[in-house]
């Protein structure tokens, strides 16, 4: 039997990148997948569900917590469970504090945490009745250690963190876990456009000596989804090669 057979897991920010990652490790583990962007994006669709589950897509600021509440009303109606929630939208706005403008610590601050909150707001009933639930959310490690010229994005990733340990412990009683997972380095589109020589510095900080994939952490975030982790909640696993011990 797949880890995830029956499950419904809902991804936010997984058309692309990280959470696109996910959203196939945990179809190919037999869960169906309901997960958000700022559009539609059937074409990641078609391919998680060429998987052999049932896959939608929706277009969902999750900023916004009115939208965010008929969000999840639509996929319960249309799943008729929601038993993962991975809290994987983000931005970048970066800027030392001194020149970071309000609306970019704002923009920040509401689409990496606002977003997370919104959706355990909205999801954490559903668990509820259901009796039972996983929460990831994805952090970074430099919501551990800071980061200079990323005030805005640390703060948020830092808070990530927080609030899985607080929802871990507010909703444990009711069967709902909630973890958070850190990466490090991982090679995305993003870091890939870095000039050569400032990949290879990264590198080199790290005991592995090499940058992590997005299936490096699809893996960890499906072990926090499964039952395998049944026992586990309220911890933050860094995913960085070692780079953060």
């Given amino acids: 039997m797949k880890l995830l057979e029956g499950k419904t897991a809902l991804i936010t920010g997984a058309a692309r990148g990280i959470g696109k990652a996910i959203a196939l490790k945990f179809a190919a583990e037999g869960a169906n997948i309901a997960f958000t962007d ?130 871990a412990q507010e909703m444990g009683p009711k069967g709902i876990r909630a973890n958070a997972i850190a990466p490090g380095f991982i090679d995305t589109a993003m870091t890939q456009s870095l000039p050569e020589d400032v990949r290879k510095e990264w590198c080199n900080k790290i005991p592995l000596r090499r940058g992590g994939t997005v299936e490096d952490i699809a893996n960890c975030a499906t072990f926090l989804a499964s039952d395998m982790s049944s026992y586990v909640s309220g911890q933050v696993i860094q995913v960085d090669g070692g780079m953060n011990m």
């Fill in 38 to 167: 700022l559009a539609v994006n059937e074409e990641t669709q078609a391919e998680i569900a060429a998987l052999g589950v049932k896959a939608k897509s929706y277009a969902s600021n999750a900023a916004d917590f009115a939208e965010t509440e008929a969000i999840v009303a639509q996929v319960k109606a249309d799943f008729g469970s929601i038993d993962i929630l991975v809290n994987n939208a983000g931005i970048t706005k970066d800027g030392l504090m001194l020149r970071m403008t309000e609306q970019q610590w704002d923009a920040v601050i509401a689409v990496n945490l606002k977003s997370a909150f919104n959706f355990i707001h909205a999801c954490v009933p559903v668990m509820m009745r259901q009796r039972g639930g996983s929460i990831i959310n994805m952090a970074s490690v430099v919501g551990v250690h800071g980061n200079a010229g990323q005030a805005n994005y640390a703060a948020s990733k830092a808070g990530l963190i927080a609030l899985a340990k607080s929802i």
